[in-house]
């Protein structure tokens, strides 16, 4: 699925340079589901956004499906961002202007190889699969929490991407309601896609078949 190599990412901070990850190996496989854990400033934010090929390592080398993503154009990189990779975020990142209709339908567009009649039916199909049907016209105002993160994942799978990466993803939400997002968070792990999620909480790395612990930067532990 998809390999980092010695990965290291650092920023320039005025005349300070921060060092977020060092030297970074890991392999992920289909059909995973991957728990990464570590104290706030252990680099697990950043190392979501190298595996989501938002950001590119300052070293090191990433290969996503046998193939380097930042030796492509920007357009086509953006495409793989848009169809083969879903993002879930602990504070939804729904576009507000939208309802939840169009907010599930930005990726397909972004994709740019879906007709308008595929779209309808993919966002139709993507909102019953988290049990939203009738909130499709509603906007982000106008849903609860937990309605808005279940829009949020309708939005990160609705392209039945190969890599599911979520970040806090129940961070923001009472027990009950965050038992339900992990549940369709978990549900989406198939034979041709992984999940990977960012979290402190334990309950959800039990769930997890690997759980890959960070600190400054390093990877501490990558087990069962």
Known sequence: MISLTSVSKTFVRGESEITALQKITLVMGVNELIGIQGPSGAGKTTLLTILGLLDRPS???VRFQGE?????PDRRRARMRASEIGFVFQTY?????LTAWRNVELPLKLA???TRQQRRRLVNS???????TDRANHYPSQVSGGEAQ???IARATVTNPHLLLADEPTGNLDSDTGNQVLDLICSFESPDSSVVIVTHNEQITDRCQRVIRLSDGRILDSAP
């Open 93 to 97: 990142n729904l576009l507000h202007g």
């Open 126 to 132: 993507a909102l019953d699969r988290v049990g939203l």
């Open 112 to 114: 740019k190889s879906f």
């Open 150 to 152: 279940r829009i949020a």
């Open 59 to 61: 070293f090191g080398a």
């Open 68 to 72: 380097d993503p930042w030796s492509v």
